[in-house]
């Protein structure tokens, strides 16, 4: 099996985003093609021809019961050993795809290799934020100056202070153990699912160079669950998974008091 062959985008569609066509338009426009597949359990009308129009096959599901269960479904669509979760709103630059397998091509035990990303608000990109920079200071603490890294503790101290890795940039190995996300969570399944990958055997591999862009908009399901405050009881949870209970609500505290900053710019 060559290259061109080993990787497939998948992307799970939830009701009518204005930013779908856009995000398809990026997958069929990379230098290095993949196969595209579109899941979801609220198709629209319009959404076949849009399929039709870039090339992807389209996989309608049910029943519609969250986004473990939407994303669980777009992988088992893959029929390569390699996927990436393409969200339905974001851009991948033209290049993702082919410097994603070539570095999967350098490092054959990588389980998970992630790129560097930006944020996308109202058209223009940012490429720091507070946020961005916390989680790009994690990323190289995880790191420390390497590419890749295999040891179980090191890819656990990646994710102790937060979930530094950019879920809409990872692309992940479906050939074996494939990994599931937790059906009962709304957010957090991204940090959850890699916490249990670090525990596996295999690299961690990070592009540090920007690759794709991630939409921030007050219609998107982080943006309304961080309202709701399902990031914060999320990220409690997870911080107690990793730390005693004092420092747990301690870092969970400074995440929501970052939240309400971030919001209000």
């Not at 995000?23 to 959404?47: K, W, Y």
């Not at 920079?133 to 937060?162: D, Q």
């Not at 870092?251 to 710019?265: N, V």
Request: positive net charge; charged residues 20%; contains cysteine.
């Amino acid at each position: 099996m060559t290259l061109r062959n080993q990787h497939t985008f998948v992307v799970p569609a939830y009701r009518q985003s204005p930013h779908l066509r856009d995000c398809l338009a990026s997958l069929r426009g990379q230098t290095f093609p993949s196969p595209i597949v579109i899941s979801t359990s609220t198709p629209f009308p319009g959404l076949e021809a849009l399929a039709m129009e870039y090339g992807a096959g389209l996989a309608i599901h049910s029943p519609n019961v969250g986004i473990g269960h939407d994303w669980n479904h777009a992988l088992s669509q893959a029929q390569t050993d390699w996927a990436t979760i393409a969200h339905q709103d974001d851009i991948y630059l033209p290049t993702f795809a082919e410097k994603t397998l070539a570095a999967v091509s350098k490092h054959p035990d990588a389980r998970l290799v992630m790129t560097g990303y930006g944020e996308l608000v109202g058209g223009q990109v940012r490429s720091l934020t507070p946020m961005l920079f916390i989680k790009h200071l994690l990323l190289e603490l995880g790191f420390l100056g390497r590419s890749s890294i295999a040891a179980t503790k090191a890819k656990r101290r990646l994710l102790r202070f937060g979930c530094a890795i950019p879920c809409p940039s990872v692309t992940l190995r479906l050939s074996s153990e494939p990994l599931r996300f937790r059906e009962d969570l709304k957010l957090n399944l991204d940090w959850d699912a890699w916490l249990r990958l670090a525990g596996r055997e295999g690299e961690f591999v990070w592009i540090r160079e920007t690759l794709m862009l991630h939409r921030i908009h007050t219609g998107s399901e982080t943006s309304n669950g961080i309202r709701a405050g399902v990031r914060s009881r999320e990220d409690l949870m997870m911080f107690r998974a990793l730390w005693a209970r004092p420092i747990a609500h301690l870092l969970a505290r400074i995440y929501a008091l970052s939240y309400e900053r971030e919001s209000k710019q």
